[in-house]
């Protein structure tokens, strides 16, 4: 979380007076919330990352947890963030295709969030 810390600071930083705008985001995995909805890909991305790599779904849970924390302070400093966790909690249909992948109805879903910020007055909070 750190090291993601210092790098997205840089960034920002590295933004500072091109007239550019810097924002941090964090995508959701089929790790990072408590879903309504128990659909397939949620199953099958859990299954094929035990399978592939032992444990990562914990150690991707944890980290997701660890990340949002830093967006949050972040936040704090002036830096914009939006933490997209729990962004698709509420789905109905599959859209992972893996532990960090999603399909195009997936990213469809995220960019509309994203959108959201990006196009949103100065100032304003995150939907």
């Known amino acids: 979380a750190e090291h993601y810390a ?4 840089a960034m920002a ?11 941090a985001v964090l995508p959701p995995s089929p790790f990072s919330t408590a879903y309504d909805h128990k659909t ?21 849970q ?12 972040l936040t704090a400093t002036g830096i914009d963030t939006l933490d997209l966790s729990a962004a698709l909690k509420a789905k109905t249909v599959d859209v ?8 195009a109805t ?3 879903m995220l960019a ?6 990006v196009l949103a007055p100065a100032g304003a909070s995150q939907p």
Request: aromatic share 6%.
């Open 6 to 9: 210092s790098n997205l600071v």
């Open 13 to 23: 930083k590295g933004v500072t007076g091109s007239g550019a705008r810097f924002l």
């Open 40 to 60: 397939d890909d949620l199953e099958f991305a859990r299954a094929h990352t035990e399978a592939q790599m032992p444990k990562l779904a914990e150690v991707l």
């Open 62 to 73: 944890s980290g997701q947890a660890a990340l949002s924390d830093t967006l949050v302070k």
């Open 96 to 103: 992972f295709v893996d532990q960090g992948h999603l399909n």
């Open 106 to 108: 997936g990213y469809g």
């Open 112 to 117: 509309d969030r994203i959108a959201q910020v």
